[in-house]
């Protein structure tokens, strides 16, 4: 078997995002706010929500204003989020990796490739499901939103894990669902994989490298070989 790991001059690391790439969560977040709508009868617009994935700020698309107006009622935002937040995190809880997930880490670790988690999210939520998926140690770092002063579209977080790794920009890659994901990346100057899940793939991604519409269609090894011959062209 040929050393895999002496493929590599140019990438040195691979990150992920967190929620929507390892854990499909933006596809549940999406569905818990079409359970909402639809206790009061309204319909719940899916590129619309699209805009809003990968960030925390509802400022492109208010969830509770659409429901509010197509249902011509007044709603208390913090009743109806704990509502929903508590159906969504039943259903996470169950919630398996996103397709193809397991066997690209661990492709990506047997090359020799320190993984890193680069997430908008908190320590907790990121590290219990990596925990509880059976994840967690396969990453040589998990970098957060709590950690850092500015969470996506910010590349802080980027920042971070390349400081962790002792890395620049130029000898990473990085796996990404979302527009404020792949912004993030850009900011950061990283080399970024589009990885579109069901919700995001409505939305309006650019500024990537390359896009994948899953990670199961084609061996990780393979994609990671590409990367490396772009990056070495990038130089």
């Given at each position: 078997?040929?050393?895999?790991?002496?493929?590599?001059?140019?990438?040195?690391?691979?990150?992920?995002?967190?929620?929507?790439?390892?854990?499909?969560?933006?596809?549940?977040?999406?569905?818990?706010?079409c359970?909402?709508?639809?206790?009061?009868?309204?319909?719940?617009?899916?590129?619309?929500?699209?805009?809003?994935?990968g960030?925390?700020?509802?400022h492109?698309?208010?969830p509770?204003?659409?429901?509010?107006?197509?249902?011509?009622?007044t709603?208390?935002?913090?009743?109806?989020?704990?509502?929903?937040?508590?159906?969504?995190?039943?259903?996470?809880?169950?919630?398996?990796?996103?397709?193809?997930?397991?066997?690209?880490?661990?492709?990506?670790?047997?090359?020799?490739?320190?993984?890193?988690?680069?997430?908008s999210s908190?320590q907790?939520?990121?590290?219990?499901?990596?925990?509880?998926?059976?994840?967690?140690?396969l990453?040589?770092?998990?970098?957060?939103?709590?950690?850092?002063?500015?969470?996506?579209p910010?590349?802080?977080?980027?920042?971070?894990?390349?400081?962790?790794?002792?890395?620049?920009?130029?000898?990473?890659?990085?796996?990404?669902?979302?527009?404020?994901?792949?912004?993030?990346?850009?900011?950061?100057?990283?080399?970024?994989?589009?990885?579109?899940?069901?919700?995001?793939?409505?939305?309006?991604?650019?500024?990537?490298?390359?896009?994948?519409?899953?990670?199961?269609?084609?061996?990780?090894?393979?994609?990671?070989?590409?990367?490396?011959?772009?990056?070495?062209?990038?130089?």
């Amino acid at each position: 078997m040929p050393d895999m790991q002496s493929s590599f001059s140019h990438l040195r690391a691979v990150f992920f995002d967190f929620d929507g790439v390892i854990l499909d969560t933006e596809t549940m977040l999406y569905k818990s706010w079409c359970h909402i709508a639809g206790l009061y009868g309204v319909s719940f617009p899916l590129k619309e929500w699209a805009a809003n994935a990968g960030g925390y700020q509802y400022h492109i698309f208010d969830p509770v204003t659409h429901i509010e107006t197509e249902a011509g009622i007044t709603l208390n935002r913090t009743e109806v989020n704990d509502r929903r937040r508590a159906w969504f995190l039943e259903k996470v809880a169950a919630l398996p990796e996103a397709p193809g997930i397991r066997e690209s880490l661990k492709s990506a670790a047997s090359m020799g490739l320190p993984l890193a988690v680069v997430s908008s999210s908190g320590q907790e939520w990121v590290e219990g499901n990596l925990e509880r998926l059976g994840l967690l140690s396969l990453f040589e770092t998990i970098c957060c939103g709590s950690e850092v002063d500015a969470v996506k579209p910010a590349p802080d977080v980027y920042q971070l894990a390349l400081q962790r790794l002792n890395l620049t920009p130029g000898q990473v890659c990085t796996l990404e669902d979302s527009p404020q994901g792949i912004a993030a990346a850009v900011a950061a100057g990283i080399y970024c994989i589009a990885v579109p899940n069901q919700v995001t793939r409505a939305a309006a991604l650019k500024g990537y490298q390359r896009r994948i519409d899953s990670l199961t269609e084609r061996p990780f090894t393979e994609l990671l070989l590409d990367i490396e011959k772009d990056l070495s062209r990038a130089l």
